[in-house]
């Protein structure tokens, strides 16, 4: 698994190729901005040979006045039948001004492939935050609760405890 | 299977009758040409002017460099207008013979002719023939060609006429600004709801014959159209180019779904530009069938300006070899509480490439807005393309945004179950690909309905082995 870990302004570009039958992998981005933050994310994972297998996952938050600009790409070239791929970009949206643009492009010229992109912003649910604030939380605790909520999942299932660690910087350099 | 694919006809409705011109403007375009037309139409000033204008705006703008390959087009080699009869024909049988005769080829279904009287009939650049079901008059209704709502209504035209899709919009638009001809116009006063579909049949006709219609369609508060519009096209050799436009405007409560099912030849580059401004509490919904032509671009666009305004496109795309369908949908939602649903299925066989192309904008200060996307796309043969470059611009956290799209390809396990029912294998891909497409099916009126799933079945046919 490829995880790139993004705090504040910077641009990213992480291109992969899947160039040897059956090679899978995973890249993982989560980001976190906040003040005047702006993130530019260019993400693309490349089909060339047949039953490859790619995921993209991208989950971040967004802060005050921070803006993301999200590119991804999955492309399965001709011949690169039984690839297999998801893009994935998930953003939350904390900051009134906060600002997000997403491109989750797919280019598909085989036609025996499993490939699907979904990408969804919205703010903190306000359901689960009224909740959380009824048991005692403070209006932070909360936040912080869910927005951590909101990233593990994309690193949780790869069990490696340094990422863990990776993450809780991330999510206190948003929340501080 | 061979012999099943030689006897398909290349395209069924390629043939034409001979060209009957009163006028014809020279090839290519100069301020002389979009005189002229402005002349011959009899227009006032203020057209003339805007179409001058328009022109020079078309000179100066570049071809998009997103989307299609555009660059064989060329602008000098097309007529930008033509007149077919002299004057527009009060009743069908008024209507010249051959004309007619085109009409029958192409098999208007029975439910049309049953409403002629209601049928706006494009025949080339200008409405030729249309009469107004009298109780649509009589509710104050307005649905004529545009040409003639200029003369009969010229306050009404020009308050509207530019102002949702302006000639700096785009070049095509620009271009369409200059040289437009024939199109509809569409009136419904406040609270009247207009129970029949509109419908317009729009023909390609004559070589390198560039069609520029405009349509207008203005629905006060509270009232109710839904408009139709077909086209089928001859097919011929060299290159044709479509570049309507389309303005809406639907105020507040009133809702205008607008359906087209678009056939052009495998020839025509078609570019048209088609927005819809939505008031508060309104509904605009867009059906959109692509399954002709050799380019399209054609992005439907709703642009929710009103509290509660909801938006909905649903886009068909079809393409076989050597077309490339660039589709799809744009939402702005600029007024808080607004919604919009974009549905898009694609299908590409036989080397043919669909593309869907979109925007969703969250202005800043639209709370409470909710967008939902999903693309759907199948792949026939390993020969073909899908592409989805879906842009979404969230600039207002108190709103929540959705988009989704899968690409897969016809699944052996329905194959094979649908052949063990005794269907053959091309029976079984038309079925398939037939429930695919239902979601936009069932929201079409039925003849039209009857005439995709017919067409489809009939594109299918060789599509496996």
Known sequence: MIFVPVMGSKNKKVEVSLDRVGKEEQLVVVFAGKDNDRIDLDLSMIHLKPRTKGRITVKGILRDRATARIRGLVKIEKGAQGADDFLEERTLLLGQEARVESFPYLEIEADDVRASHAATSSPVDEGQLFYLRSRGLSQSEAERLLVAGFLRPAVAEVGDKRLGSKLEKIINYALD | MKELISRREPYRFGFSYPEEYVFKAEKGLSSDVVEKISEIKGEPAWMRDFRLRSLRIFEKKTLPSWGADLSRINFDEIYYYLRPTRSQA???????????????????????????????AQYDSEVIYGSLQQDLARRGVIFMGMDEALKKHPDLVKEYFGTIIPPLD??????????????????????????????AYFRIN???????????IIAEEGSFVHYVEGCTAPIYATDSLHAAVVEIIVKRGARVRYTTIQNWS???????????????????????????????????????????ARGE????????????????????????????????????????????????????GAIGSRANVRCDALIL?????????????????????????TVTKVGEQQLFYLQSRGLTADEAVGMVVNGFIEPIIKVLPLEYAVELNRLIELEMEGSVG
């Open chain 2, 381 to 405: 043969d390993p020969k073909s393309r899908s592409d989805t470059y879906p842009t979404m611009k969230i600039n207002e956290k108190q709103s929540s945004v959705a988009h989704e799209a």
């Open chain 2, 170 to 199: 785009n070049k095509f638009a620009a271009l369409n600004s200059a040289v437009w001809s024939g199109g509809s116009f569409v009136y419904i006063p406040a609270g009247v709801s207009v129970e029949m579909p509109l419908q």
């Open chain 2, 266 to 308: 495998r020839n025509v580059y078609n570019l048209v530009t088609k927005r819809a401004l939505v008031g508060e509490d309104a509904v605009m919904e867009w059906i959109d069938g692509n399954l002709g032509s050799k380019i399209t671009m054609k992005y439907p666009s709703v642009y929710l300006m009103g509290k509660g």
């Open chain 2, 90 to 120: 009060k009743s069908w049988k008024q209507v010249p013979e051959s004309i007619r005769k085109t009409y029958d080829r192409i098999g208007v279904p029975q439910a049309e002719r049953k409403y002629l009287a209601g049928v706006k």
């Open chain 2, 206 to 216: 004559a070589k390198n014959m560039g069609q520029f219609e405009r349509t207008l």
């Open chain 2, 313 to 364: 496109v649903l886009s068909l795309a079809y393409a076989d070899a050597g077309q490339h369908q660039d589709a799809g949908a744009k939402a702005v939602h600029a007024a808080p509480y607004t919604s919009s649903v974009i549905t898009s299925k694609s299908i590409s066989r036989g080397g043919g490439r669909t593309t869907y192309r979109g925007l969703l904008e969250i202005n800043p």
